[in-house]
């Protein structure tokens, strides 16, 4: 018998409640009764993407018209990143801006603001609405940068960190984006595995560096290169050395250490309205002071071989069909997502993963099991819009690990970015001097 032939609507709407209220950490402010799927709650600073209160939701930090790309600027190229995120108090607050420069590594590099910022050294921000039309009130900010008071003169990483009132010791948002100054030419190309255990489920990133008109002295202590799958950092392979050196031309090919394990395309969801249910989403409606979201149940993967379809590569887009401003007039809607696990043998945590919580797997998004449905469910707030995610449990690394549910397959499409970062030890610190991304469709 069917997990959703057991129980009939009105047990199904207390049973989403009891699960969302299980899940949340008490509050007084006016926000989602269910975890937030991104946030710490801690307010150290940390040189990485993260969310330090539970009532800033739905950050994105991306080039200015390119939702899905990386927040890489050119240097000497008038581009601009926009900077997005919701405060669910519903209540307008001084919030300001700080750029820091960090090395390859993203720990905070040894230059001052002013041999990197041309400008103000901090702002605040000022481009805010409030929602219009929504069950859960928030106020949108939205925030342009470079800009005509902060000009940034140097490549390299850097950390944007939004803090209350100017205070660096409260962030309440930290963001990575990347600043290029093309010397080197990337040619990149994607192959299966060379590893005989891996052939099947991994893919290899081989690259050639060419530098023409830039004079790199001693590549092996000057370099460093790192490469990312679909953007995330938690998975990145780092510590590449050339393995050929030739005049003007570094050639990186492994054979075995430096593989991305393939993974299955990514699941989705489509909350863009909640007028209607979509073909993954099972129904939609108000419950109380709320929208609730029930996704069709999903099944493993694992065993099931390749099915090829487009994705976003984990990615998502805030959208409202419902009205005409899709940042200020899209609503929070409570989604519970349904794992079956009809054989009992995963036995473990499970998580749900994607760009929408950094990958990152915590009590907030760790699935409950029922053992006697042998189902494993979560209910997490997102704005309206297009997601994508997957399952996972923790690897023995302690990362991610999707191939116990979804799958890992070498025909798989992922994008891959390769940095390079150079250090001139008369200028003490890590220029970005190239930046590539490749995607694998149509290689395999």
């Keep these: 018998m069917s997990f959703y032939s057991r129980y009939p609507k009105v047990f199904l709407l207390f049973w989403t409640a009891l699960v969302a209220s299980c899940a949340a950490p008490s509050s007084t402010t006016r926000t989602s009764s269910s975890p937030s799927p991104d946030y710490i709650g801690e307010r150290v600073l940390r040189y990485d993407n993260k969310v330090y209160t539970k009532t800033i939701r739905t950050v994105t930090l991306n080039p200015v018209g390119n939702p899905l790309d990386l927040p ?253 401003n899709d940042f200020s007039e899209s609503d929070y809607i409570d989604v519970t997502f349904l794992l079956q696990d009809r054989n009992g043998l995963l036995g473990k945590p499970v998580y749900v993963v994607g760009m929408f919580n950094r990958y990152e797997q915590t009590g907030s998004n760790k699935m409950l099991y029922n053992q006697e449905d042998k189902t494993y469910s979560l209910t997490l707030p997102f704005k309206q819009g297009y997601y994508e995610y997957l399952y996972t449990v923790k690897g023995r690394d302690g990362l991610p690990d999707v191939a116990p549910i979804e799958g890992s397959y070498f025909e798989t499409e992922n994008d891959y970015t390769i940095l390079i970062y150079y250090r001139d030890i008369s200028n003490d610190y890590d220029q970005l001097i190239g930046a590539k991304t490749v995607s694998t469709r149509d290689v395999f």
């Design 72 to 324: 890489i600027l050119t240097l000497g190229v008038p581009q601009n990143l926009e900077l997005r995120f919701d405060d669910l108090t519903g209540d307008l607050n001084n919030y300001s801006y700080h750029v820091i420069h960090c090395n390859a590594d993203w720990t905070p590099s040894d230059l001052i603001e002013m041999q990197y910022i041309d400008g103000f050294f901090s702002d605040f921000i000022t481009d805010y609405q409030v929602s219009f039309s929504t069950l859960i009130p928030f106020v949108h900010y939205r925030l342009e940068f470079p800009n005509s008071g902060m000009r940034l003169l140097l490549s390299g990483n850097y950390l944007l960190v939004v803090t209350e009132n100017n205070d660096m010791s409260k962030p309440i948002i930290s963001q990575r984006f990347m600043v290029v100054e093309s010397r080197v030419l990337i040619d990149p190309s994607v192959r299966q595995s060379s590893t005989i255990d891996d052939r099947s489920r991994a893919q290899a990133v081989d690259f050639i560096v060419q530098h023409p008109s830039f004079d790199i002295g001693n590549p092996l202590r000057d370099l460093q290169a790192i490469v990312l799958q679909n953007g995330r950092w938690d998975n990145m392979v780092t510590g590449l050395q050339p393995t050929f050196i030739r005049e003007k031309s570094l050639e990186y090919r492994y054979e075995t250490g430096k593989d991305f394990k393939a993974g299955n395309e990514y699941r989705k969801f489509n909350i863009s309205s909640v007028r209607y249910n979509t073909e993954d989403v099972t129904a939609i409606y108000r419950d109380s002071s709320r929208f609730v979201a029930l996704l069709t149940p999903d099944l493993p993967r694992n065993k099931l071989g390749y099915r090829t379809w487009r994705d976003i590569n984990g990615r998502f887009l805030v959208r409202s069909t419902d009205g005409f």
